[in-house]
């Protein structure tokens, strides 16, 4: 595969690493960008190893739940720019899928799609004419529905729908009463994006990915081969505190974890809580937009 300047830019931009490392490494693996990122981690030298992809795509992020707080949903939808996604229409439009989501019965985009939609037919319908009025391109892209029982649901919206936030915590107490507790942990999930609820939730294929380029970058530095396996088990101890939410350092409170910060407000309450489930949508995760020039594309509206 050809190593284009565009391949470079963007190895880059998810890295931090300089342009020539990058179009080297880029040689090296034939133009794979995430073999790239990995060697370059490696070489210790990618400063952000981003591998969810830059985010590029416009739209919207919306949860919901229950009366109860028994189930909860969150749907992302996009849109080609911002303008659109502040939409009063479209914005509405999210909110009610997010809404219908609360009672889908799978996480089947395609199934949710021909959901009945009042008064304009099926969902993809109703997508349909929102294109056709807004005048811009449209994706219902996903959304998850989560209803584990025993678990209370809390979310969190950031930059006014960017990114969005559920978090599961196991208890017997309200939805009212673990609500301060359930939404800083939830922001503490949006701002610190971790992988994982807790270490039994680790996927293990990611795991042995990681103890590589632990390995490769202790090579790379000159540590005997015989000293690694004492080594890489401290390395991974220390990842898997970065990429587990419970063992994350609480970003309200430094001196706690986020295990702690919890088990410290259930000790209040008199009520016993644990964090089992999360998840996190951020808007355009992974969707790679092209690349306008703006003065381009005015002089091209002119002409026309």
């Known amino acids: 595969m050809a190593v284009t300047a565009q391949l470079v830019k963007e190895l880059r931009e998810r890295t931090g690493a300089g342009m020539m490392d990058c179009k080297k490494v880029l040689v090296e693996t034939d133009g794979d960008i995430d073999k790239a990122i990995d060697l370059l981690r490696e070489k210790g030298l990618a400063k952000a190893a981003k591998k969810a992809g830059r985010i590029a795509a416009e739209g919207l992020v919306k949860v919901a739940f229950s009366a109860d707080h028994k189930t909860a949903a969150v749907v992302e939808v996009n ?39 009042e008064g304009e037919g099926t969902v993809a319908d109703a997508l349909n004419n929102k294109i056709a009025k807004i005048g811009e391109n449209m994706n219902v892209r996903r959304f998850h529905r989560m209803a584990t029982p025993g678990v209370v649901y809390t979310g969190y919206i ?41 270490d039994s939730q680790v996927d293990q294929a990611w795991l042995e990915g990681e103890k590589e380029i632990a390995r490769q970058q202790l090579l790379n530095e000159g540590k005997p081969e015989a ?8 390395k991974v101890k220390a990842i898997l505190k970065e990429v587990c939410l419970v063992d994350q350092k609480f970003v309200k409170n430094s001196d706690q974890t986020v295990a702690q910060y919890v088990d410290s407000v259930a000790k209040e309450i008199g009520k016993s809580m644990k964090v089992v489930e999360m998840v996190r949508f951020e808007v355009g995760e992974g969707i790679e937009k092209k690349e306008e020039n703006f003065a381009e594309e005015v002089a091209k509206q002119m002409q026309g």
Do not use: W
């Not at 219908?100 to 199934?111: F, G, R, W």
């Not at 000293?227 to 401290?234: N, S, T």
């Open 79 to 117: 849109s080609e720019t911002d303008f659109v996604a502040k939409n009063e229409e479209f914005v509405q439009f999210v909110e009610k899928l997010a809404d219908m989501a609360l009672v889908a019965e799978s996480d089947d985009i395609e199934a949710f799609k021909a959901l009945p939609y």
């Open 158 to 198: 950031h930059g006014a729908g960017k990114i969005g936030v559920i978090v599961g915590i196991e208890t017997d107490a309200t939805a009212d009463e673990i609500a301060v507790c359930a939404k800083d942990v939830a922001m503490q999930v949006a701002s610190m994006s971790p992988k994982f609820v807790d």
């Open 227 to 234: 000293m690694l396996e004492r080594i890489i088990p401290g």
